[in-house]
């Protein structure tokens, strides 16, 4: 049967300012000036006696002489002077402390006193501004930014709170951590591998996280045919673990105890169980087991959809022939690697079907390039290949690449039709009943 020309090897699906707060400025203003009082002390000359003036004579009835008189104040003032005298030099030499040493001191406490208010008003209400809104440690990182930052299973908030703020997507834990518990989201945070912007909102960082991760850059985008090989080169090209070691792994004896479905696998061979979905490993220990294991679990959930079981029985009542679940999933498999459009699966379905209930071979050219690893010419098409469909009756010895659930689905459910023949290129998809009819599809068609 014709060819839809396509290759082995299918496209790929392709599935705020962060500031440091600034520190406040001191005030300007100048401080006031005190206004010294600049007291001058004038040292005037003892009074001289009147008589050295050119006093005039006492008056009549005056009780003491005038020489008498003069002496006693001379004397008087003399001891006055020497008195003041005394008490200055010893202000001067610091004397017993009783003259400016209690001033000093008094001096001395209000200074410090002053001192301590300054610091108290910088620690109550400069400080807290300067630091508000960073943890120490914290680190510095320009805003707008884009980072790639892992949350593991299993993070507390306060957890995931340390790693915004290590990687600068948020500069306070703190705030994080409050606004996650007023919103109530702890349970609502997810796990995974994000890409944020340092310096973001705690809002926006909360919105993303509750809405899941949003980066790549630790997930396997796995496509709708892909075979084991090629699947072990996509590991290997993201993940970073050996295609060898994925091959050397994925064997089905390896699984069959916990996915009991593998006892049908033929070969040891888990081709076709690896179902194709995007995957994201982030925060979790990547090996070829871990991988293999998360395939198998989506190819256990995906199947359980279908309702394979009573499918089969349908499809054994229908074409009159048995089936095995392992028939159904092969199936899908050479649908998978024919179909260009959804629209085609369910009637390349029937044509294959068909084929089976009438004993003829199924003649897919895809089965052969499974073993080949390439498109098939007119001389490989008579070789003697278990997966030569040409030569060889009935399904393929194993799936030849891993479905998506579209082709699952078409294989447990074809059309009901009366195909024998598809003629499919990029811009014709044609089925007929008569392999003249088929001849006549190519012969218009030729140059399509």
């Known amino acids: 049967m014709p060819t839809n020309n396509q290759?082995?090897?299918?496209?790929?699906?392709?599935?705020?300012?962060?500031?440091?707060?600034?520190?406040?400025?001191?005030?300007?203003?100048?401080?006031?000036?005190?206004?010294?009082?600049?007291?001058?002390?004038?040292?005037?000359?003892?009074?001289?006696?009147?008589?050295?003036?050119?006093?005039?004579?006492?008056?009549?009835?005056?009780?003491?002489?005038?020489?008498?008189?003069?002496?006693?104040?001379?004397?008087?003032?003399?001891?006055?002077?020497?008195?003041?005298?005394?008490?200055?030099?010893?202000r001067r030499h610091g004397g017993n402390g009783r003259g400016g040493g209690p001033r000093g001191i008094a001096a001395i406490v209000a200074i410090l006193a002053g001192v301590a208010a300054f610091v108290a008003l910088f620690l109550v209400l400069v400080l807290p501004r300067l630091t508000h809104g960073t943890d120490p440690g914290s680190v510095q990182v320009a805003s707008g930014q884009e980072v790639e930052v892992v949350i593991p299973d299993g993070s507390s908030t306060s957890n995931i709170a340390s790693i915004l703020r290590d990687a600068g997507v948020i500069s306070d834990a703190s705030s994080f951590i409050q606004e996650v518990q007023r919103q109530n989201a702890e349970q609502k945070l997810k796990s995974g591998t994000y890409?944020?912007?340092?310096?973001?909102?705690?809002?926006?960082?909360?919105?993303?996280?509750?809405?899941?991760?949003?980066?790549?850059?630790?997930?396997?985008?796995?496509?709708?045919?892909?075979?084991?090989?090629?699947?072990?080169?996509?590991?290997?090209?993201?993940?970073?673990?050996?295609?060898?070691?994925?091959?050397?792994?994925?064997?089905?004896?390896?699984?069959?105890?916990?996915?009991?479905?593998?006892?049908?696998?033929?070969?040891?061979?888990?081709?076709?169980?690896?179902?194709?979905?995007?995957?994201?490993?982030?925060g979790k220990a990547v090996t070829a087991d871990s991988v293999i294991r998360a395939m198998l679990t989506q190819y256990q959930t995906e199947v359980a959809t279908l309702g394979l079981d009573g499918a089969r029985q349908a499809l054994e009542t229908r074409y009159g022939?048995?089936?095995?679940?392992?028939?159904?999933?092969?199936?899908?498999?050479?649908?998978?690697?024919?179909?260009?459009?959804?629209?085609?699966?369910?009637?390349?379905?029937?044509?294959?079907?068909?084929?089976?209930?009438?004993?003829?071979?199924?003649?897919?050219?895809?089965?052969?390039?499974?073993?080949?690893?390439?498109?098939?010419?007119?001389?490989?098409?008579?070789q003697d290949d278990p997966y030569n469909t040409y030569t060889n009756m009935g399904l393929t010895p194993t799936p030849i690449c891993n479905p998506g659930l579209a082709s699952l689905a078409a294989a447990a459910n074809p059309q009901d039709t009366g195909y024998y023949y598809f003629y499919i290129t990029s811009s014709v998809h044609a089925f007929s009943e008569t392999y003249e009819q088929h001849q006549q599809v190519i012969a218009q068609n030729s140059g399509a």
């Open 195 to 282: 890409s944020l912007l340092t310096g973001s909102s705690v809002a926006n960082v909360i919105n993303q996280l509750v809405a899941g991760p949003n980066s790549t850059a630790s997930t396997l985008q796995v496509p709708e045919g892909y075979t084991v090989a090629q699947i072990a080169s996509l590991v290997e090209g993201r993940l970073g673990i050996p295609s060898s070691d994925f091959i050397a792994q994925a064997k089905a004896s390896n699984y069959v105890a916990d996915y009991p479905f593998l006892s049908e696998a033929a070969h040891d061979s888990l081709e076709g169980f690896l179902f194709p979905k995007t995957y994201d490993f982030a």
């Open 7 to 90: 290759s082995n090897e299918r496209p790929r699906h392709r599935a705020a300012h962060f500031r440091t707060p600034g520190a406040a400025r001191q005030g300007g203003g100048a401080t006031p000036r005190r206004q010294a009082s600049a007291v001058t002390s004038e040292c005037r000359p003892a009074a001289r006696p009147a008589a050295t003036r050119g006093a005039s004579a006492p008056a009549p009835g005056s009780t003491g002489a005038i020489g008498g008189t003069t002496s006693q104040l001379s004397a008087r003032t003399a001891a006055a002077t020497r008195r003041a005298g005394t008490q200055g030099t010893g």
């Open 321 to 382: 022939r048995p089936f095995t679940n392992y028939d159904v999933l092969t199936m899908a498999s050479i649908i998978e690697r024919e179909a260009l459009t959804d629209d085609d699966r369910a009637l390349i379905s029937s044509v294959f079907y068909n084929r089976l209930k009438a004993n003829m071979p199924l003649q897919s050219d895809a089965t052969l390039a499974y073993t080949l690893g390439r498109e098939v010419t007119a001389v490989d098409l008579t």
